[in-house]
DNA sequence: TAACAAATGCACTTCCATTGCACTTACTAT
DNA sequence: ATAGTAAGTGCAATGGAAGTGCATTTGTTA
């Protein structure tokens, strides 16, 4: 198991107590979070430092952003190995119509989709919309 | 062929000069807009005017949203007997990740997608980006 | 044509995203 | 160790898009 250290120095991120609150806020959310989430959290923290910490985050492949469609950008961990940049390897997001929350469905690949000719397929967003396990149950 | 007239009006939307026009303006266009891009092309009209009309042939299933991820909603016509508002019936959208424009694939529904036990699926939001047929050729 | 309903225009407000700049903290090379 | 530099943080402010309240105008109907 490795320690938040170093999954942040494994993807060349300077360690910070910040940082480290952030990722580990990451890991304990199962949802996708808003930056207003994680402002909420750490209510002492400044709201560009978090912004900041998120988009460094982005950058080097340790979150990635979701819009699911609230308009409203959410931000989720990846998973191991994750190629969120790389097309084709992007998992769905489903959206709880009911609690609003939103989160990764890792396990479900996105299926190919057919384009007409001329287009190029580079990556694909898929948000599938409706009512989750905890609310239908 | 119907008048624009004719067509608002077997939609119950009142024909108003600014209506008519901007009707117009979407038929014309042949990729979804945003609400900046209708004030622009009536630098005249008040952008209240503007984004009540839409929101109106919105409700009236004239027009459908389209959320690309832009983070900038667009707004396209509705095809002939669009079911917008009916569940696994919409088709798919591609934004050009070049020109940025974003164009309907009305032809190209959208499969069906699997979710874990538990989960609702009440609609989709499928976006594909990459580079349209204008840009790659 | 009077009366009512809907459409339009103006002025605000709110919310999220983003940036500039000053200050502080953490790494690096002597 | 320490000075110097690069990066992180906090404060203040900006910008853009979305949405609302209210007064005025336009259109429909009795």
Known sequence: METIE????????RVT????????????KEVAVTLSDIENAFVKADRTTLYRTI???????????????????KYALCEEG??????NDLHLHFHCNNCNETICLTEHKIPQIKVPDGFVSENVNL???????KCSG
């Open 6 to 13: 170093q999954v942040l120095e494994s993807k060349n991120i």
């Open 17 to 28: 107590a910040m940082r480290m609150l952030i990722y580990k806020f990451l890991v304990e």
């Open 55 to 73: 988009k460094t985050f982005e950058e080097k492949v340790i979150v990635h952003q979701i819009d699911d469609g609230t308009g409203i950008t």
């Open 82 to 87: 994750c190629n969120c940049d790389i097309k």
């Open 127 to 133: 948000v599938v919309k409706g009512i989750c396990d």
